[in-house]
DNA sequence: CATATGTGCAACCGATGGTTGCCCATTCGG
DNA sequence: CCGAATGGGCAACCATCGGTTGCACATATG
């Protein structure tokens, strides 16, 4: 009954400058860390900070190619992150779907 | 097309301490800092940090019985942020597709 | 009334997201 | 070929946050 997520999955997730960076990624297929805080509100030094994480949790993977380093989304992984948040999303609903059924015999109970 | 987000509420559950105190609370239908703090590896006094955080995006309610606090979960509230999980997944599935279904496409065309 | 128990508040610590500043590497133009 | 422009890495620094300890305060309870 545990929500056993990957914590660290998560909070890579978790962090809303990264979830644009992802959203970005993905609508351009890939760019580099000066691109990027081209399209964000952030600097680049931020943006490649966050990079570093997404790559450590394998959200992304990196590309050197001359004096650049382009990032793209891997797929598969981001993949996993989306079940991972439907999974706890699905874990809540079930534990409010229970709740009110409880509260309904509950009530059914006073009322008979 | 932008995944708007409430960052508020988003981050509030993206903590996995936050994460595990709602999981008791939905558990045991409610409780104080210190019972809390007896289910989780971390102190009442972090416990009741938590709990501020939590109220404050409304995803908690407190009522004060004698000298102690009881919280309980706001379902209408939990709901909101297990749909919120759902929207930045479907986002990242829906692009996650599109980009699948181009890659095809450029596949198709090579061969062909 | 005295003591035990539940909270709150404040100081402190380490990690993290953010910044600025500087230096190195590669590319590009005269 | 050499110098300027551009992309990137590294380091110092700051604020915030999750966590701790310590202490003071309020309320039950013997």
Same mark, same amino acid.
């Given at each position: ?11 890579? @997730?978790?962090?809303?400058? &990264?979830? $644009?960076?992802?959203? !970005?990624?993905? /609508? ?7 691109? %990027? ?24 993977? @990196?590309?050197?190619?001359? &004096?650049? $380093?382009?990032?793209? !989304?891997?797929? /598969? ?7 991972? %948040? ?27």
């Amino acid at each position: 009954m545990n929500v056993t997520v990957d914590d660290e999955l998560w909070s890579a @997730v978790g962090d809303p400058t &990264r979830r $644009r960076m992802l959203d !970005v990624l993905l /609508a351009d297929g890939g760019g580099t860390a000066t691109t %990027l805080s081209g399209q964000l509100p952030v600097t680049r030094q931020a943006v490649a900070k966050h990079l570093g994480v997404l790559q450590r949790v394998g959200l992304v993977h @990196v590309t050197p190619s001359g &004096r650049e $380093r382009r990032y793209e !989304v891997d797929e /598969a992984q981001l993949a996993r992150a989306v079940a991972q %948040l439907s999974a706890v999303g699905a874990t809540w609903d079930a534990r409010l779907q229970r709740i009110k059924r409880i509260a309904e015999a509950i009530q059914r109970g006073q009322e008979g």
